[in-house]
């Protein structure tokens, strides 16, 4: 538990193309505070250098927790090297350390050109800012984030290239997911969570788990969990990463090739048979704090009788082969991502509309 004399701790994330430090109160409450710029070499090399810029930020976010960084331990993480700052460091650590310091939660890491988990990561180093203006839009597209990290892309397509990127990188990645371990989803790629972005984000997620099975699945919507983290390596005890504390339950995913039978139950005693084709995915409305139970029948999973928990999207089943190479094609993706999206959509409402009729009664 925390003690009141201890000294509060700023912890910073400097991701490749964000930045987000919070503040931790020997209490046991924090502040979180977001600089949606990283340093950019290519921008920034002829005004200031790196250790100068990331300390303004970390000084910029103490103000606005109201508090004086000389009076705060200060830890810090980056990747794939360790964090350049221009004052003492506390704790200086990698994030791939960071995550396999977790081991209550299978975490998976989503950012620009690297995808994390607790036990490996892929990485693919950006593109030379000497990229060709003649190559094809996916080299010109990386080439420019690679030298403007910071941008956000509306763009259905480019942002298809990008989570195509992550998906590719997962699949390459040795890392396999324990399923009696919730499945956490962390990282800048997953914090567009707003208009039609959430459920390309809800997408991504799904998607990036390939094993087959069934999984809890949350989110850090709040990006802390590095953070968190981090301050329990530097000093074990100050708090718990592992309390769900800002985590968004998003429900259960069945990960079932092919063919599927699917018998839920819910816990108020209503029940129905799901039969589904391959190459479809479904989400069935389950409210977050809601339990059902299912009995599946899949060639490939094979027999499963299990108790789930809902969460926003519910209860997710999904008949994709998802080492077929059509997989991450843009065709496929364009082919079937509208009926995708609109049924997430669908869900949503549906959970929101049982909620509130709930609420209201």
Request: hydrophobic share 35%.
């Amino acid at each position: 538990m925390p003690v009141s004399n201890q000294t509060p701790i700023v912890s910073a994330n400097f991701g490749t193309s964000s930045v987000s430090v919070l503040y931790f109160d020997p209490t046991g409450s924090f502040k979180v505070f977001s600089f949606p710029y990283s340093y950019s070499h290519s921008i920034f090399k002829n005004s200031v250098s790196e250790a100068d810029f990331n300390l303004e930020v970390i000084k910029l976010a103490c103000k606005s927790f109201k508090v004086s960084l000389k009076d705060c331990d200060l830890v810090a993480t980056a990747f794939p090297n360790f964090p350049v700052i221009d004052t003492e460091i506390k704790l200086s650590t990698t994030l791939d350390q960071v995550l396999s310091s977790i081991t209550d939660y299978n975490c998976i890491y989503a950012g620009y050109f690297k995808v994390l988990e607790n036990s490996g990561f892929t990485y693919t180093f950006p593109i030379s800012e000497q990229t060709n203006s003649s190559e094809n839009d996916a080299t010109n597209l990386f080439g420019n984030l690679s030298i403007y990290p910071q941008i956000t892309f509306f763009d259905d397509k480019k942002k298809f290239a990008i989570y195509n990127m992550a998906k590719m990188q997962r699949s390459q990645n040795r890392a396999t997911l324990d399923s009696a371990k919730p499945v956490l989803f962390t990282g800048y790629s997953l914090q567009n969570f707003s208009g039609k972005n959430q459920y390309l984000s809800y997408i991504l997620c799904i998607d990036l788990i390939k094993e087959v099975g069934c999984f809890e699945i949350k989110l850090d919507e709040a990006n802390i969990l590095t953070n968190l983290a981090a301050i329990n390596m530097y000093k074990a005890g100050n708090t718990n990463v592992l309390d769900d504390r800002k985590l968004v339950s998003l429900g259960t995913l069945l990960n079932t090739p092919g063919y599927t039978e699917c018998y839920v139950e819910g816990d108020t005693g209503t029940s129905q048979l799901i039969t589904l084709e391959k190459e479809k995915l479904f989400f069935l409305p389950l409210e977050e704090g809601a339990t059902a139970k299912i009995v599946v029948k899949n060639a490939v999973l094979g027999n499963l009788e299990k108790n789930i928990k809902g969460g926003r999207l519910g209860l997710i089943l999904d008949t994709r082969e998802k080492n077929d190479p059509q997989f991450t094609s843009q065709d496929y993706f364009e082919k079937n991502s509208t009926l995708w999206l609109s049924n997430i959509k669908e869900a949503m409402d549906g959970l929101y509309v049982y909620t509130s009729n709930k609420e209201n009664n």
